[in-house]
């Protein structure tokens, strides 16, 4: 299964979601089954690296950011993906605007237990440092889940 992960500049939040679920995806013996990748809807950082806010963040737990290179999702390239992953509610307006099929697009957050609009991955990039905490603990949180739901769809 193709999986993109997409946030806004594919520097903070995307990249990181990508390393967990392989990381996430290994540990469930599940790995082979999936590509993981991730990209953003803007263009600002594209050819660049992580920020390096989110790269030492992977560091302190054991992931690697440093060869990621930023890239944008735009409307021609849908079609290599079968599977969408937004990190908030403005990357998934943006990804349906763009043609994403609605049946492949879900929020990072969408099985969280006790919601019923998933909430956002909220955007660490002007923030401080408990921020890159937080979005590491929510991504962590779940990675599992969206797994899991994925090998159901694929079932
Ligand atoms: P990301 O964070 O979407 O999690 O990669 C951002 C990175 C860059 C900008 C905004 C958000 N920016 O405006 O440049």
């Known amino acids: 299964m193709r999986v993109l992960f997409v946030c806004l500049g ?27 990748a991730s ?5 600002w950082h594209v050819g660049g690296g ?3 806010r ?9 992931l690697d950011l440093s060869t990621h ?3 944008q999702i735009t409307a021609p390239t849908i079609g290599d993906w079968q599977w969408f992953i937004a990190m908030d509610a403005d990357n998934h307006t ?16 969408q099985f969280e237990p006790n919601t019923t609009t998933p909430p956002d991955v909220p955007d660490p990039y002007y923030g401080g440092a408990d921020g890159f905490d937080h979005m590491y603990q929510l991504l962590g949180d779940n990675a599992a889940r969206v797994i899991g ?6 079932a």
């Open 10 to 36: 594919n520097i903070c939040r995307s990249p990181l979601a990508e390393v967990i679920a392989n990381h996430e995806a290994e540990r469930m013996g599940v790995a082979a089954r999936f590509h993981f």
């Open 39 to 43: 990209a953003g809807t803007g263009n």
């Open 50 to 52: 992580a920020d390096p």
């Open 54 to 62: 989110s790269a030492q963040t992977a560091q302190t737990h054991g």
């Open 69 to 71: 290179t930023a890239q």
């Open 94 to 109: 943006q990804l349906l605007a763009m043609g994403v099929p609605a049946n492949r697009l879900w929020m990072m957050r």
């Open 149 to 154: 739901q994925l090998l159901k769809q694929a």
